[in-house]
């Protein structure tokens, strides 16, 4: 079977991500208790609460990192056994917390390994394809640092290399783990106009965040995590305006 070629599909797919009943695990400890989520082609989704909620450990089990159980069901397939990298392949790209990017390659060099062939949807229309010169368009900051190797970048620069080698890859959907988290201001700006840039390409974006400001701009859609369980799930806008949901499952 080829992981990395997409099948013949219908002439609409509004569901891009289906998660049904979700259990994940570290070692013994059980991490998510029967998760249920979806994300629709060109949404942008936020799992939010409190540290040690699950969020992280939710995009995690998505791109087959940790122990799991449960239905994970992109673009009309079955990826709940899949490894990692036959998810990446299949177009989800993943930008972890850590960054992760290459301390000892130049910018330049850290895209080139995200970098995978043009993607099309099912009914033919291309996927966004990106390209040194698109992501710099994006970040500008990069643009002016293309020899610099990562390990010499700030940690609001690293953030943004760790995206454009991402979008290298022509992602149908992106997973983005708590993309403002120990940033400066500007940088956290930065990534909103970023995230919305792309949400207008037609990239779909499932982020963990805790920023409720920041999540309020950019996202459509949320899920609000418990000790590893959904309890609440609406329009950004609702839980906006919904004080007392803020209150039992965010404050601190």
């Known amino acids: ?69 449960g239905t994970v069901r992109f673009m009309n397939r079955d990826i709940s056994t899949w490894k990692p990298y036959q998810i990446a392949r299949a177009g989800v790209g993943f930008v972890p917390e850590e960054r992760r990017i290459f301390s000892d390659l130049s910018v330049i060099e850290n895209l080139d390994t995200g970098r ?29 640092m293309q020899t610099r190797r990562g390990g010499q970048m700030s940690g609001g620069e690293q953030q943004m290399l760790a995206v454009a080698r991402t979008l290298m890859g022509n992602p149908y959907l992106m997973l983005l783990d708590e993309p403002s988290e120990g940033v400066a201001p500007i940088v956290v700006e930065q990534m909103a106009d970023m995230i919305l840039a792309l949400k207008a390409q037609g990239v779909s974006i499932l982020l ?11 996202c459509d859609r949320v899920y609000v995590l418990e000790k590893g369980q959904i309890k609440y799930e609406g329009s950004m806008a609702a839980l906006s305006k919904d004080e007392q949901a803020r209150s039992a499952y965010l404050a601190v």
């Open 1 to 69: 079977m080829n992981t990395t070629t997409l099948p013949p599909a219908a002439e609409s797919m509004p569901v891009l991500l289906q998660v049904d009943a979700l259990d994940a695990w570290y070692g013994a400890a059980q991490i998510l208790f029967g998760l249920s989520l979806t994300v629709n082609k060109g949404e942008v989704v936020a799992l939010m609460g409190r540290n040690g909620a699950g969020k992280s450990t939710t995009i995690e089990s998505l791109m087959g990192l940790v122990s799991r159980r």
């Open 116 to 144: 995978q062939p043009p993607r099309f949807w099912p009914d033919g229309q291309p996927v966004a394809h990106w390209t040194p010169e698109s992501v710099f368009a994006l970040f500008p900051n990069l643009a002016t």
């Open 208 to 218: 963990s965040e805790q920023n409720m400001d920041f999540a309020r701009r950019v």
